[in-house]
């Protein structure tokens, strides 16, 4: 048995027990042990311990009923857990297998299979001479042995050069040998592509960083510290991915350039191939060839690489092709990759990130370079058991007091890589921006993506109405404060008792210091009083019912300030929800106007003002409010709207629905 802590939200307690049997994996009460959860070996799916933080996640097997199937639990004991758990059941050891080995069978590959994939090979590569994007070659008479790596002896180089001239007769494509396409490790004396003069120089100064990455070119080795070593690989790898990023042609010209350099190695298993691989793996999980033809050609390099099951190469080459296939179609990155990505991604393992949560809890997810920010969330819901159709949530990212959610199809680790360049700017910024995380919580609140049925959406929504009010997000009146703060101290220090507890703690939990000024914990007390009896669940429903009675609570605040008229205070909250755009006194609950969606016909965002323009074709008003969020305010609007669109024309769908069915029973 194990003590662990359960990172989650349920109504069992976090702190619980681990047992391991024969037969599978318990979750115990502590105090009396009474089974919670029983999960038989052959009902898991597989078990992780997590590399970065001291978690170990269940995945249970997917079935026809919706239960939760992911729990995560924290403890020091991983190792041993694991150690345990695969002695009793070897096939669930899944933190032992290789990143890159295959979960199924592969299916053997045979001489014709080869003989494929190198044909194909050979189409891309003369699809992309008679396309002449390629520049042609300089002939300069020295032969197939300029790029070779090894010193040999004269009969060997006679044998060498024989096999090569016959190998090359039959490649040889319209003056484009096979050692055009081969490793080399020599400076390119020209492009690969034909570019326009200003770009040719940045095009070979990228390939002279890319033959310096892999070691091949000198640099100074006076200093063997190895972190600075590591720092210079991570900055020489951005810059090839920089460079190549700023224009469509440089990224063809870098992938042609990485796909010569992992060509025909003589030394596969070599430093210097492998980084190669790395570079060019990296790349492919970035940003993908413009090019419809270099990127044929580069997903047919990697499908015959891929078939080499002997060597390092080939288990890069699989990589590779894993990153190509899930960067297809996907959102352009904007930035070239994070330390942390690259070091993750060149050592073929997905990269990771904190994701925390309103009530101070984090998890550590692992995704790939190209996911998004929906693939993310997904992930995220079932690290904490919320069901998979729950909605209206998102990942926010939150640079100091600034919060913005995250669009559907933006790449979280694009957003990571933009954290880095801030932080690398820190001259500039104040310590407090300097802090970046990602935040989870409820983003839209349509009343058909509300489920307080549901343990865990009801946590998340009870820690996020909480942090609202500490932050002072939430109007109450002085009653309502101190009912407010009488539930929060059941909740923390369960039924009262004369002289236990300290309610100025308690009331801090809940209210902002504004409202701690005019409240008596005297009064506090006494309302704790009265909630004799009541579970914790049970508050935290009275708390969320208290604070459904205002209207607009379900509304999201922004501060804002105006100067149209001097009719409205200059400080004011913009509020928006399902219903329309709300303009408020701030702090207060006094709504001063209310426009619906359908009444408002345009809102543009700038810098530092939102534009609302309202009203119909024949007669219009417009407003302007002063804010830093606009873009944030402008995006939600936007959500709003298209979901009630949506919403619309589902029902209307289904209305129409009966009605054809009579019109077909009729005819």
């Known amino acids: 048995m194990f003590a662990v802590s359960y990172r989650g939200y349920w109504s069992h307690g976090s702190s619980i027990v681990l047992a391991i049997n024969m037969v599978g994996v318990l979750l115990l009460k502590p105090e009396d042990k009474v089974i919670l959860f029983e999960f038989p070996f052959k009902d898991i799916e597989s078990i992780l311990l997590d590399p970065s933080e001291n978690f170990v996640t269940i ?224 790349a492919c999980s970035i940003i993908l060839p413009v090019d419809k033809i270099v990127r044929k050609y580069l997903l047919a390099h990697l499908k015959k690489c891929s078939a080499d099951f002997v060597t390092e190469e080939g288990k890069y080459a699989r990589f590779a092709e894993r990153c190509f296939q899930k960067t297809l179609g996907t959102r352009r990155r904007q930035w070239p990759p994070s330390k942390q990505e690259i070091m993750c991604t060149i050592n073929r393992r997905p990269i990771y990130a904190r994701f925390h949560f309103m009530d101070g809890q984090f998890h550590a997810v692992e995704f790939d370079p190209s996911a998004t920010a929906q693939e993310v969330l997904k992930l995220v819901k079932a690290k904490i058991g919320l069901r998979d159709t729950a909605e209206g949530y998102a990942i926010y990212e939150v640079l100091g007091q600034q919060e913005r959610s995250l669009l559907n199809d933006e790449k979280v680790a694009d957003v990571m890589s933009k954290w880095e360049k801030y932080r690398a700017a820190g001259g500039t910024l104040s310590r407090q921006s300097r802090h970046h995380m990602f935040l989870f919580k409820k983003h839209l609140f349509l009343d058909e993506y509300i489920n307080l049925n549901d343990p865990v959406e009801k946590e998340l929504l009870y820690y996020q109405v909480l ?6 997000r939430f109007p109450v009146t002085d009653m309502e404060a101190v009912m407010l703060c009488a ?145 944030q305010m402008s995006n939600l609007i936007r959500e709003y709207m298209e979901k009630i669109v949506e919403g619309r024309e589902r029902a209307k769908s289904i209305q129409n629905g009966p009605d054809m069915m009579g019109v077909m029973a009729t005819d």
Not at 467 to 472: G, K, T
Not at 536 to 541: D, P, R, Y
């Open 59 to 282: 995945t249970l097997q997917k079935s026809d009923i919706e239960k939760q199937r992911v729990f995560v639990l924290e403890t020091s004991e991983k190792t041993e857990i694991g150690a345990l758990i695969a002695s009793y059941c070897p096939s669930l050891a899944n933190w032992i297998r290789e990143a890159e080995a295959p979960l199924r069978r592969v299916k053997q590959i045979t001489n014709e299979d080869r003989l494929r994939l190198h044909n194909q090979l050979i189409n891309c590569r003369r699809a992309l001479v008679d396309s002449n994007t390629l520049r042609k070659p300089i002939d300069d008479g020295k032969g197939f042995l300029k790029n070779t790596l090894r010193k040999l002896s004269a009969k060997k180089l006679e044998k060498l050069r024989a096999e090569a001239l016959t190998n090359e007769q039959g490649e040889v494509y319209k003056g484009f040998s096979h050692t055009y396409w081969a490793f080399s490790k020599m400076i390119l004396p020209q492009t690969l592509t034909n570019l326009p003069d200003p770009d040719e120089q940045g095009s070979l100064e990228i390939f002279s960083l890319i033959l310096t990455y892999s070691g091949l070119f000198p640099v100074n080795k006076e200093d063997a510290n190895v972190n600075k070593e590591e720092e210079d690989h991570v900055l020489l790898i951005q810059s090839v991915l920089d460079k190549a990023m700023k224009k469509d042609c440089l990224v063809n010209e870098v992938f042609l350039q990485l796909m010569k350099q992992t060509t025909d190695h003589p030394e596969p298993n070599s430093r210097v191939n492998l980084r190669h691989w790395s570079l060019l793996a990296l």
């Open 467 to 472: 942090c609202d009010l500490r932050s002072d």
């Open 487 to 631: 539930l929060r101290a059941q909740i923390e220090l369960g039924d009262y008792t004369s002289g236990v507890g300290d309610y100025r703690q308690v009331m801090s939990h809940c209210l902002p210091p504004r409202l701690l000024v005019n409240l008596q914990k005297e009064h506090v007390s006494m309302h704790h009083q009265s909630l004799l009896g009541l579970n914790v669940e049970e508050a935290k429903q009275s708390f969320l019912n208290l604070i459904q009675c205002w209207p607009l609570h379900k509304a999201t605040l922004f501060d804002v300030t105006q100067s149209f008229t001097s009719n409205w205070p200059k400080s004011l909250w913009m509020a928006v929800d399902q219903r329309g755009v709300h303009l408020l006194e701030a702090r207060t609950r006094n709504v001063l106007t209310t426009y619906e969606y359908e009444s408002i016909m345009d809102y543009t965002p700038s810098l530092n003002h939102m534009l609302i323009i309202t009203g119909t074709d024949k007669k219009q008003s417009k407003i302007i409010v002063n804010t830093n969020q606009a873009f």
